[in-house]
């Protein structure tokens, strides 16, 4: 009986949206949505004759955003807006990068954007495609602790030791793909996956880093990520 009526419930909730009519986008509509996922960040260190697997910045981590757009134009359909996002990665460990040193190396970055969407219209699905120019600030931070029965050089001693702590703030281009699904006529879910390039000066070691012959690194690296999405039209 109570497996008769869950089965029913759904008959008539999936009878329910199939049956209710989605808001076509127009100009003038607007909506916002949240989303959250994974996110990898592309950017290595330049250590020489180090293999390129134990000089990332940072391992895969997580990222949350959110956006806001306003449609200008029916046909094409396409809306102008905001995306702000934030990722935080996981460190990455090393036995390589420096003799005698366990190294973890951690990143995380903040964007802004403005976004131009161009996007299907009608239909509970709705796929779209996006593009976005703006601002980012990234941290790189490296940490280092002698290993192999070594000590610090100048003190004998063997603590952590803060190799690198840079952070710098520039441009930032945007590119995306993603699909929307109406649940109800204003409420949708979704998927988006983006990559990003994020440019900035050089990151440079500490006065510890440079004694142990850490050098400057690249500050123009790459992000992609994919995440699900809860949003609301108006």
Same mark, same amino acid.
């Given at each position: 009986?109570?497996?008769?009526?869950?089965?029913?419930g759904?008959?008539?909730?999936i009878s329910? #949206?199939?049956?209710s009519?989605?808001a076509? %986008? $127009?100009?003038? !509509?607007?909506?916002f949505q949240?989303?959250?996922g994974?996110?990898?960040?592309? /950017?290595?260190?330049?250590?020489?004759?180090?293999?390129?697997?134990?000089?990332?910045?940072?391992?895969?981590g997580?990222m949350?955003g959110?956006q &806001? #757009?306003?449609?200008?134009?029916?046909?094409?359909?396409?809306? +102008?807006?905001f995306d702000v996002? *934030?990722?935080d990665?996981d460190? *990455?460990?090393?036995?390589?990068?420096?003799?005698?040193?366990f190294t973890?190396?951690s990143?995380k970055? !903040? !964007?802004?954007?403005?976004?131009?969407? #161009?996007? %299907?219209?009608?239909?509970?699905?709705?796929? %779209?495609?996006?593009?976005g120019?703006g601002a980012?600030?990234?941290?790189?931070t490296?940490d /280092? $602790?002698?290993?192999?029965? =070594? $000590?610090?050089s100048? =003190? @004998? =001693?063997?603590?952590t030791?803060r190799?690198?702590?840079?952070? *710098?703030i520039?441009?930032?281009?945007? @590119?995306a793909? /993603? +699909?929307?699904?109406?649940?109800?006529?204003?409420?949708?879910?979704?998927?988006?996956y983006k990559v990003?390039?994020? &440019? @900035?000066?050089?990151f440079?070691? !500490?006065?510890?880093?440079?004694h142990?012959?850490?050098?400057?690194?690249?500050?123009?690296?790459?992000e992609?990520?994919?995440?699900?999405?809860?949003g609301l039209? &108006?």
């Open positions: 009986m109570k497996i008769t009526s869950i089965l029913a759904c008959f008539v909730m329910v #949206l199939a049956s009519s989605c076509d %986008y $127009t100009k003038g !509509t607007a909506m949240i989303y959250g994974g996110a990898a960040l592309s /950017g290595r260190y330049h250590q020489p004759g180090v293999n390129n697997d134990e000089q990332d910045y940072a391992d895969g997580s949350i959110g &806001f #757009l306003y449609f200008i134009s029916d046909s094409p359909c396409i809306a +102008l807006g996002s *934030h990722a990665f460190s *990455h460990d090393s036995n390589e990068l420096l003799a005698n040193r973890q190396s990143a970055n !903040t !964007t802004g954007l403005v976004i131009a969407r #161009l996007a %299907y219209p009608k239909g509970r699905i709705r796929p %779209y495609i996006q593009g120019l980012q600030a990234t941290s790189l490296l /280092g $602790t002698p290993i192999n029965l =070594t $000590t610090w100048d =003190t @004998g =001693t063997s603590e030791r190799l690198l702590d840079s952070s *710098h520039g441009p930032a281009l945007e @590119g793909v /993603g +699909l929307h699904v109406y649940i109800t006529q204003r409420f949708f879910i979704g998927a988006e990003m390039a994020l &440019f @900035g000066k050089d440079s070691p !500490t006065a510890n880093g440079v142990e012959g850490l050098l400057s690194s690249n500050g123009n690296v790459g992609s990520s994919i995440g699900l999405m809860l039209g &108006f």
